[in-house]
């Protein structure tokens, strides 16, 4: 049977469930959109309050321990709960699009790493209201973090654990919908650069993020059941945490950055009106940085006293990604020349973030340098480099991202005039937060300082930086009104507002639950940018008009992840009193229960009938 | 007049001098004003690095601002299609094999600066001290000339001073910007680096690894003297013992009562101890790494030390536990005593 009704009026109630139960990658987009923001707002409010603090010195704003939650918080939050689903939230509502797809791999898996993460979000925040939340850093460094006292630093390893499960289970799907569901003739190298990213992307998460998981689960036994693998006077080793820690925290730059870089080339070729100058070195950089990424995470390590010959491999192996990032960088620069450039937001972005993300390239060599390293490590240098990176790298793309491909999610286009003040907010107020930070930290300012002293000449470059961050703040509060206005008051536009190259700009605006009625045929890359060349309005198709298959909704990946969101509950308390493992029995019930279901039941989705769409298309 | 302009002259240099010397950041603290070989070696690596890598952003930066100039859209070309190129080998060639020969440029002093700071082919003929990081504070034991000291450490200028570290705790970051980049304080494994001081002087040391409440209230310093008055310093702190009648009454209260609530942690001699080595406390430059080196100060850090250091292994005392153990009056003559012990010559004004 047929479910295309007009969804345009519907009561709260049925949008909800609609919504819980989704396996529908835009809506599901969206979901990672709306939670993504809104820990995006979180970590920024965390970052204000930690730049209030630093205002002046021996300030007292906020006490050491709060200080402390609040910078862990705010780099917990920005990496795993902010830039990462927002990352996602593009990756969902593009890249099937952009290959011709109809929905990803797994839809109903799709939707479990949704939940999941939002899921493991939440638990990463409660502990701010059961009396403080982790305050070991976002690396969250042994012995520091076994020690830590409370349940913070317990919310902080059971809920990344369980957003981690999210991620990988959503980089996996990825990885199985670019490899088997494009559309005929989407070659590999006819793939968008975006689905490109989004592929190596995904394989880094792949192989990335069980480190994670592993280092999460032994400091989840030393915290919670008393071993001892990170404590040196159990025979335990600190060290351990921090490979396993950064052979994931490496790779997590890249798979944060190359989609960012994705967006990018998608942008500055759209608005240059240009094929992408050379492709296939782009492809090949791509890959290369992925690979790289692997090779060099001991360079969070230099001070750690690994000796002369590591930290040389190291700062080599490190330096060697600057080769594939400038080619990047040129090939970007070559697309814009002979171009007809269009300035708007989303190329605002794109033309901040080359100067801005070259200076944090330029300072990841000056810090892979080990020997200078010895001196930015841990200083607010490091600070200044790492926000150069990913705000002005993925940051500037994810609000690029938002201005591009908004009327492709909600048919409506974000307003310009809002959106270059937001851009002009936040990237003056960008630079004058961390340029000054480079200098503060060879000045002598360590990271992480709840306060500084007074008469060590480290007050202007602290004030300065302060004033910046409330500019940004700014900036967001203008953007959060360009959508509300925008929702409002925003006018419809059509499938391809932008004369854009790629196959998303193909299908209507916002697109219909199916995404394709027939399947599209590529000729190359850019396949509709060929087709307009040629006169033709859309692509042609490589199918006749059939039945469409599509998934069913379910509630079950929400139950799921419900029932491990309180099994959480009951393995951080537990350690107190044995009675809170009913809570891990109760939640594990739930969560493998709802997989029983899922496994035994059969489910094989329903058919959209030829019959239907034919008189949809005459209407 | 003439005159007049010159001091206008003078003036304007002097406060442009102030200006660029307070942008390098305070002396003996930042890393612009290298005072020791580490440093020094280290500059030398940024400063290599630094001028490589704007020359190659000052080349993206002309391109990227010649573009955006020259082709941006111009009125009534809303429509013009740009030829569409696919890419260019020669282009792709110079763009990879020239950032190669910068990143050698850059990676050879790296390589040989990273070995040279690990040298240890001297470790046998040096000073040789045991460094041990605490939560909040920092241990200095001088092995072979059986020292304890906290806090302030004292050196020789112009010799290379080995250091064996080792944390009781959590890691921390023993780093002192002006003589030297920093190194972890691991408590699984030793780590051993030297340190050169060019100059004498009082060099601020800081606590670069988080380590907790008061991870930014970790300060030490390193005090260099002269070769002669090092090994004055070494004597007289070798015949520290506890057991000296300080000269006023109060201080000798101060003493007595020292001895029944503080001497559990703190030593006053070259025993080992829990807490902080008192036995030059009168001669420090801070207390407690931080705060003024005044009596005022001192009282108001036993009466509530939490206050001045969130977190500090001085919470645990019994002291502090039992209310009205030691009173307000009796913090003032402990810190009578303590402020007395200077068993020598040497002191953080030596240094100059």
New interface residues.
């Given amino acids: 049977m047929s479910t295309m009704v007009a969804t345009n009026k519907r009561s709260f109630g049925s949008t909800l469930w609609d919504y819980l139960t989704t396996v529908d990658h835009k809506k599901i987009a969206i979901m990672y959109l709306i939670a993504g923001g809104f820990f995006f707002i979180v970590g920024g409010l965390e970052a204000l309050a930690i730049r209030w603090q630093l205002v002046k010195p021996m300030n007292d704003f906020v006490s050491a321990g709060l200080y402390n939650e609040l910078i862990t918080m705010h780099g917990t939050t920005m990496i795993f709960l902010a830039a990462m689903p927002l990352i996602f939230a593009f990756m969902n509502a593009v890249v099937p699009l952009q290959i011709g797809a109809r929905d990803v791999a797994f839809p109903f898996l799709n939707s479990l790493g949704f939940w999941l993460f939002l899921f493991g979000g939440i638990l990463l925040n409660v502990g701010w209201i059961t009396g403080g939340a982790a305050d070991a850093g976002w690396t969250a460094y042994a012995p520091l973090s076994i020690i830590s006292p409370g349940e913070g630093v317990d919310y902080y390893v059971l809920g990344l654990q369980i957003s981690g499960a999210g991620t990988l289970i959503g980089g996996i799907n990825f990885l199985v919908t670019i490899v088997n569901m494009r559309a005929p003739g989407m070659t590999y190298m006819r793939m968008p650069l975006f689905t490109w990213t989004a592929f190596v992307a995904s394989a880094l998460i792949l192989f990335a993020f069980p480190a994670l998981t592993v280092g999460l689960f032994l400091m989840m036994f030393d915290r919670l059941f008393g071993s001892g693998f990170f404590d040196p006077n159990m025979g335990g080793n600190a060290v351990i945490w921090q490979h396993l820690f950064w052979i994931f925290g490496h790779p997590e730059v890249y798979i944060l950055a190359l989609p960012a870089f994705g967006i990018f080339s998608e942008i500055i070729s759209t608005f240059s009106k240009k094929r992408l100058f050379g492709y296939s070195a782009m492809v090949f950089a791509t890959v290369l940085i992925g690979f790289l990424g692997f090779m060099v995470w001991a360079h969070h390590m230099f001070t750690v006293g690994m000796g002369p010959a590591a930290n040389s491999i190291f700062a080599v192996a490190t330096m060697a990604i600057a080769i594939p990032t400038g080619i990047k960088i040129f090939n970007w620069l070559f697309t814009l020349w002979g171009g007809n450039i269009t300035i708007n937001t989303a190329m605002l972005y794109s033309l901040g973030f080359i100067p801005t993300f070259t200076m944090g390239g330029m300072t990841g060599v000056m810090v892979a340098a080990a020997s200078a390293d010895y001196q930015y490590h841990d200083s607010y240098f490091v600070v200044a480099h790492f926000h150069y990176v990913i705000v002005g790298g993925v940051v500037f793309a994810l609000f690029a991202a938002t201005h591009y491909w908004w009327p492709k999610m909600f048919g409506k286009i974000l307003n310009e005039t809002l959106g270059k003040i937001t851009f002009w907010l936040f990237f003056i107020g960008f630079h004058m937060t961390f340029f000054i930070q480079h200098f503060l930290g060879l000045m002598g300012m360590p990271r992480r300082y709840w306060v500084y002293l007074e008469d060590q000449n480290l007050d202007l470059g602290n004030a300065i930086s302060t004033v910046g961050a409330f500019l940004m703040g700014l900036g967001t509060i203008v953007l959060l009104y360009n959508v509300v206005i925008t929702s409002v008051k925003g006018e419809k536009v059509g499938p391809d507002p932008w004369d854009a190259r790629t196959l998303e700009w193909a299908i209507p605006s916002p697109p219909p639950f199916y995404n394709f009625k027939q399947l599209p045929l590529i000729r190359g890359l850019d396949p509709l940018w060929i087709e307009k060349t040629e006169g033709r309005s859309g692509m042609t198709p490589a199918e006749p008009i059939g039945d469409i298959h599509m998934p069913n909704n379910s509630i079950l990946p929400f139950v799921m992840s419900l029932g491990f969101f309180i099994a959480g509950f009951g393995f951080i308390y537990q350690k107190y009193d044995a009675i809170w493992l009913s809570l891990i029995f109760i939640g594990m019930g739930i969560a493998l229960g709802a997989m029983l279901t899922r496994s035994i039941k059969d489910d094989l989705g329903y058919h959209i009938h030829k019959e239907d769409l034919e008189k949809e298309a005459k209407e | 007049m003439k005159e007049w302009m010159g001091k206008i002259r003078t003036l304007s240099l002097f406060s442009l001098m102030v200006l660029l010397l307070?942008?390098?950041?305070?002396e003996n603290?930042?890393?612009?004003i290298p005072k020791g070989y580490?440093?020094e070696?280290?500059?030398n690596?940024?400063t290599i690095?630094?001028i490589v890598?704007?020359a190659?952003?000052i080349v993206?930066?002309v391109?990227?601002i010649y573009?955006?100039w020259k082709?941006?859209?111009k009125k009534g070309?809303e429509n013009?299609?740009?030829?569409?190129?696919?890419?260019?080998k020669t282009?792709?060639i110079v763009?990879?094999v020239i950032?190669?020969l910068l990143?050698i440029i850059?990676?050879v002093?790296?390589?040989l600066?990273?070995?040279?700071?690990?040298d240890q082919s001297e470790i046998d003929d040096s000073i040789t001290i045991n460094v041990t990081g605490k939560q909040f504070w920092w241990h200095f034991e001088y092995a072979n000339e059986e020292i304890q000291t906290s806090q302030d450490l004292y050196i020789p200028v112009g010799e290379k001073i080995y250091l064996k570290m080792l944390s009781s705790?959590?890691?921390h970051?023993f780093?002192v910007?002006?003589l030297?980049?920093?190194?972890?304080v691991?408590?699984?494994?030793e780590?051993t680096m030297y340190i050169q001081a060019h100059e004498e002087g009082v060099y601020?040391g800081?606590?670069?690894?988080?380590?907790?409440?008061?991870?930014?209230?970790m300060?030490f310093k390193i005090i260099a003297v002269s070769k002669e008055e090092y090994a004055q310093w070494v004597e007289d702190l070798q015949n520290v013992t506890a057991d000296v009648q300080p000269e006023t009454t109060t201080a000798q209260e101060g003493q007595a009562i020292f001895e029944q609530s503080c001497i559990g942690c703190h030593a006053i001699d070259n025993t080992p101890s829990a807490g902080p080595n008192l036995s030059n406390f009168g001669d420090r430059t801070t207390i407690a790494g931080?705060l003024e080196h005044n009596e005022e100060e001192l009282v108001e850090w036993i009466m509530d030390p939490n206050s001045k250091k969130?977190?500090n292994g001085m919470l645990g005392a019994p002291y502090l536990q039992n209310k009205g153990e030691i009173t307000q009056d009796d913090a003032e003559k402990i810190a009578e005593y303590l402020m007395q012990l200077k068993p020598s010559e040497i002191t953080p004004n030596s240094a100059q």
Avoid at chain 2, 22 to 26: F, L, N, Q, R, T
Avoid at chain 2, 80 to 88: A, L, M, S, W
Avoid at chain 2, 113 to 118: C, F, N, P
Avoid at chain 2, 206 to 217: I, M, V, Y
Wanted: glycine share 6%; net charge negative.
């Fill in positions: 307070s942008a390098c950041g305070k603290l930042t890393t612009f580490g440093a070696e280290s500059l690596v940024i690095s630094t890598m704007t190659v952003f993206v930066m391109i990227f573009v955006v082709f941006r859209q070309e013009v299609i740009p030829k569409q190129v696919e890419g260019n282009l792709e763009w990879t950032p190669i990143l850059i990676a002093p790296t390589i600066v990273t070995y040279d700071l690990a705790d959590v890691i970051s780093w910007p002006a030297s980049g920093k190194m972890d691991n408590p699984d494994n780590n601020w800081k606590c670069a690894e988080f380590c907790g409440d008061s991870h930014s209230l300060d931080v969130p977190g």
